[in-house]
């Protein structure tokens, strides 16, 4: 389909481990991100990978990729309070004349104590 | 650097006057991406330019829609005549089209409710 597809909530413990999940569309995607949107704000880019690798770790994030399955996954070790948030993935769909990003319809993460 | 600016932030009217937002791109950036957010549709991609050329506007609901970029610095996006369903939250995002990561910037939204 068209749709970049993500659960649309996750709810998770302080300190514990957060996975939000996406399937994207098209498999000559380059680029695939995650971005995060605390309430009243934009999007902020929280990380992104290319398609030619299977995992990225920045910090406390680690970006898991499956091209073959389209699958792209984002984990959050130790989760706190602020990261409490919507969570967008989104692929970089390559079309003539210029790039655009397809966003999946956001995984509201919230943090309990 | 001030990041995408937005303007107004919030923009309350009634319905069948025109609406104007506004959108200052990062210097620099010669792509720039107008968004719309609605709890029932999510983030749409409505038009973006590229060098200040549209590129892509199949996104913009109908003809009472209309997106300019006069220059590298400045976009404008109306709606004329506004109804009650464009309410949402619209979203001005640009980047730099040449770098093979691309990043998106995205400023803080102008939030409309028309009337």
């Known amino acids: 389909g068209e749709d970049v597809e993500q659960s649309l909530f996750l709810s998770v413990r302080e300190g514990d481990s957060s996975v939000i999940n996406c399937t994207y569309t098209d498999s000559s995607s380059t680029y695939l991100y995650w971005y995060k949107q605390e309430p009243g704000a934009g999007l902020q880019l929280l990380t992104y990978i290319f398609s030619n690798m299977d995992m990225k770790q920045d910090q406390r994030l680690t970006v898991l990729l499956n091209k073959k399955d389209k699958h792209l996954s984002l984990r959050i070790a130790d989760t706190q309070t602020g990261d409490s948030a919507i969570y967008f993935c989104?692929?970089?769909?390559?079309?003539?004349?210029?790039?655009?990003?397809?966003f999946g319809t956001g995984t509201q993460l919230k943090v309990e104590l | 650097d001030a990041g995408v600016i937005q303007s107004p932030r919030h923009e309350v009217t009634e319905m069948g006057q025109e609406v104007t937002l506004r959108c200052k791109p990062i210097s620099g950036h010669n792509s720039l991406f107008w968004y719309r957010q609605t709890m029932m549709r999510g983030l749409e991609l409505l038009i973006y330019f590229n060098n200040n050329v549209p590129i892509d506007d199949s996104g913009m609901p109908e003809d009472r829609f209309s997106a300019k970029m006069p220059n590298a610095s400045f976009s404008t996006l109306k709606i004329q005549p506004s109804e009650p369903r464009d309410s949402a939250v619209y979203f001005c995002?640009?980047?730099?089209?040449?770098?093979?990561?691309?990043?998106?910037?995205f400023g803080p939204g102008t939030r409309l409710l028309v009337l």
């Open positions: 995002a640009s980047s730099f089209s040449g770098r093979s990561q691309e990043t998106q910037y």
């Open positions: 989104a692929e970089r769909r390559i079309t003539g004349g210029g790039n655009k990003l397809t």
